[in-house]
């Protein structure tokens, strides 16, 4: 077999071994199945969970003079239904106390009206974001949405308010999400 080869190779010359071994390396594809790439397109939108992304969010809020804040927001794929609001916030007042609020509406339109401020925290319990001598701080904050259905789909925005007079030092863009 190996002496066909060599044979085959010296009269066709490499060139054409090589187009032909890659043919032959290629999977067929029969009817009934699809090519990768169609089926990996077919399983995301089959995923078998309860509703579309996004479940997660990167959440960007500015204030004046370059103050700035990011949430990382994540629900894991669990039961309990737990958002992650990871927070991190700098160029603010340093060694100062501040809340992270949300408002959610269910009309969604991408245009967050709701002004029915909740403030964030470790579940149901308010926590504060303490900066630093720099004006920075961060806090690991939760919530849990398990009384609320999986694919319920909302607008949200954020804000930062000092703790003390209760001004508004943050603003996030409006956002949509899912509950997984």
């Not at 054409?16 to 939108?45: D, H, W, Y």
């Not at 997660?56 to 204030?63: P, Y």
Request: one cysteine or more; a negative charge.
């Amino acid at each position: 077999m190996q002496l066909k080869i060599v044979k085959l190779a010296t009269r066709l010359g490499f060139p054409l071994l090589f187009i032909f071994g890659l043919v032959s390396c290629q999977k067929s594809i029969s009817g009934n199945e699809m090519p990768l790439q169609a089926t990996r397109s077919t399983e995301t939108a089959n995923a078998g969970t309860p509703a579309s992304p996004p479940f997660n969010l990167e959440v960007i809020l500015r204030g004046d003079n370059g103050a700035f804040g990011h949430v990382k927001f994540r629900q894991d794929n669990d039961a309990e239904k737990i958002v992650t609001l990871d927070t991190w916030v700098r160029d603010l007042a340093p060694n100062h106390e501040y809340k992270l609020q949300r408002a959610v509406d269910t009309n969604i339109d991408d245009n967050c009206t709701s002004t029915a401020w909740l403030t964030l925290g470790e579940g149901s319990t308010p926590q504060s974001i303490y900066t630093d001598a720099t004006g920075t701080g961060r806090a690991g904050l939760w919530r849990d949405l398990s009384a609320v259905s999986s694919g319920s789909t909302f607008d949200i925005h954020f804000r930062v308010i000092d703790a003390a007079t209760s001004a508004v030092v943050l603003t996030s863009d409006c956002y949509q999400f899912v509950v997984r």
